[in-house]
């Protein structure tokens, strides 16, 4: 039997393809990178998962297309520090947790690895949530959907069929040589199929003359007032309320949330610790340098900014400012009344609610029987109904059906439901793949084997999503990517310091223009990173998170300034 191929082996046989394409000429050169790339696409793989779907939803719902240009530009700060730290590991060599330890701060190396071991864990409870609703709700809902058999029965088949799926694929991946080259070829095609679902909707949707090119476009342009205030397109209906500051304030608090969830989703704190480690699994080193910013720019942000732009346009066509039909009371052509969705209803009750304990009191509504409080809420005038029907809380399924009218029940059903799968799926591969690296640097095992294997299956406790987060099962992205986004700068921090290390790079550390520019490309996405870092731990934590903040601040402080003495 023939020996499996070597990491090195496959490394040197990349390495001498590139260069003889590059004697060949630019297009020879591009044909190769096409043919060798991988890493880029494993990123892709694991930022198009249920965070990256629930953020576009939201922000088409919140925002409309006014934010189409937050999830872009979120990308373009990730590709910038992921082609940073592309250049500092094919450039060293050297296994990146080891190379922070010693050259940088180990304080910031420990914290970059449990901060990825902790977001590895928390990304797969929405990954399994999505992944099992995908199934019950639009691909399998006469089978494993709750009418069919008891809920908790379909999503342990469900979640049992992941693990299994998910388990085969990344051993696969550890199994080098031929395994890889699979494993690489089938997150490719999930992703491209992932891609191409989406956008068939919109395709549809366009043809059907239901998009503005115009409103696209002016949605590309960055917005930073919707930090502080609505998308103008909801001015009509604030100006009809009694209560504006109060809708205000709620749909403010909803975009802030929702902004700060998809410059997470983007590119987050696991993907810093993946591409390092799957491009020194390649066997690159310096020379594909130039290699791995194509892969990161073709295999990762194309894909990103077409799946996800098309379900904000998707989103935004059909729910910004709209609410679903019957939710007022509303009868269908035959005079009936339209019954909407159960998730809808329940979360236009609690808003609903919600605006009159704002006028009467929490305690003095709670005082009330249920039926006087079911009295308050219908009593409501019809311009605060209306608000309290536009800002309930979709889920992508209530997106899927929403879509029959444009492509046809069945079509809609599946198309969403087969993307939401493919998505939530590969998430969790990566995020697997993921912690199996992290484990065995920690040990200072080899990423191969026994450690890894052990490692990888951490994250699957993530099972544990559908069976505790059943409401709006993709809205539990948003508290996840708030928690990623706090830990986000720990990595762009640390990598700005790399890069400017001349004890780890050597002759390889950039110099002159080049310096310059990496240095304020890499300075502004960190500075980004860090005030939304910021902003979520001062929302979200209060006081004691900004003094947790403070006291890694310190302690990395500390240890600097103690190896500084030393030497």
Not at 67 to 94: F, R
Not at 251 to 278: C, E, H, K
Not at 317 to 329: A, C, D, I, N, R
């Amino acid at each position: 039997m023939a020996s499996k191929e070597t990491t090195g082996d496959t490394g040197s046989r990349e390495r001498e393809l590139i260069l003889n394409a590059r004697t060949k000429g630019p297009l020879a050169t591009v044909g190769a990178f096409i043919r060798l790339s991988g890493p880029g696409w494993l990123q892709s793989a694991i930022t198009l998962g249920g965070g990256s779907l629930g953020s576009s939803l939201f922000l088409g719902v919140l925002g409309g297309l006014a934010l189409l240009w937050l999830q872009p530009l979120a990308m373009i700060m990730g590709v910038i520090m992921l082609s940073a730290i592309a250049y500092v590991t094919l450039s060293t060599g050297e296994r990146p947790f080891d190379a922070i330890n010693q050259h940088v701060n180990p304080v910031l190396g420990w914290g970059w690895a449990l901060a990825t071991l902790m977001a590895n864990v928390v990304w797969c409870l929405p990954q399994f949530s999505l992944g099992t609703a995908a199934v019950q709700q639009n691909l399998l809902p006469n089978l494993l959907g709750a009418a069919a058999m008891p809920d908790v029965a379909g999503k342990l088949i469900i979640c049992a069929v992941i693990c299994v799926i998910c388990t085969a694929m990344v051993w696969s991946y550890n199994s080098g040589g031929r395994g890889v080259a699979i494993f690489n070829l089938i997150i490719k095609l999930m992703v491209a199929a992932i891609v191409l679902s989406f956008f068939g909707v919109v395709v549809k949707m366009a043809a059907m003359g239901k998009l503005s090119l115009g409103a696209i476009g002016a949605g590309l342009i960055p917005n930073l007032k919707l930090l502080s205030q609505p998308a103008a397109t909801f001015e009509p209906f604030l100006a009809a309320s009694n209560y504006r500051d109060f809708w205000q304030n709620l749909i403010v608090a909803q975009q802030r949330d929702v902004m700060i969830s998809a410059a997470a989703t983007a590119v987050g704190i696991n993907m810093t610790f993946l591409l390092p480690y799957s491009l020194l699994k390649r066997g690159w080193d310096k020379t594909c340098r130039g290699l791995a910013v194509f892969d990161l720019s073709t295999g990762l942000f194309i894909p990103f900014i077409l799946a996800t732009g098309c379900v904000v346009i998707a989103a935004a066509t059909q729910f910004h400012t709209k609410y679903e039909p019957g939710l007022l009371g509303e009868p269908d052509v035959g005079g009936a009344i339209v019954q909407p969705a159960g998730n809808v209803v329940k979360g236009y009750n609690a808003l609903a609610a919600k605006r009159v304990q704002h006028e009467i009191g929490t305690e003095t509504f709670a005082l009330l029987s249920d039926a006087d409080q079911a009295a308050a809420v219908a009593a409501l005038p019809r311009s605060e109904k209306v608000l309290s029907a536009m800002l309930v809380k979709r889920n992508a399924f209530n997106l899927a059906a929403s879509l029959s009218p444009l492509t046809g029940q069945t079509v809609a059903q599946y198309v969403f439901g087969f993307g939401v799968l493919g998505m939530a799926v590969s998430s969790i591969i990566i995020l697997m793949l993921i912690n199996g690296f992290t484990i065995c640097e920690i040990f200072r095992k080899s990423p191969t084997g026994k450690w890894y294997r052990i490692g990888s299956m951490i994250p699957l406790l993530g099972v544990l999503g559908p069976f505790f987060w059943k409401d709006v099962a993709v809205w539990l992205v948003m508290p996840t990517s708030v928690f990623g986004m706090m830990l986000l700068p720990i990595a762009y921090f640390t990598f700005l310091l790399m890069m400017n290390s001349r004890s780890l790079l050597g002759d390889n550390m950039p110099t002159g223009f080049a310096r310059v520019k990496w240095n304020v490309l890499m300075i502004t996405a960190t500075g980004l990173a860090t005030f939304g870092s910021i902003w979520s731990v001062w929302n979200k934590a209060g006081v004691k998170g900004m003094a947790a903040v403070g006291t890694f601040a310190a302690l990395a402080m500390a240890v600097h300034i103690i190896r500084l003495v030393r030497r």
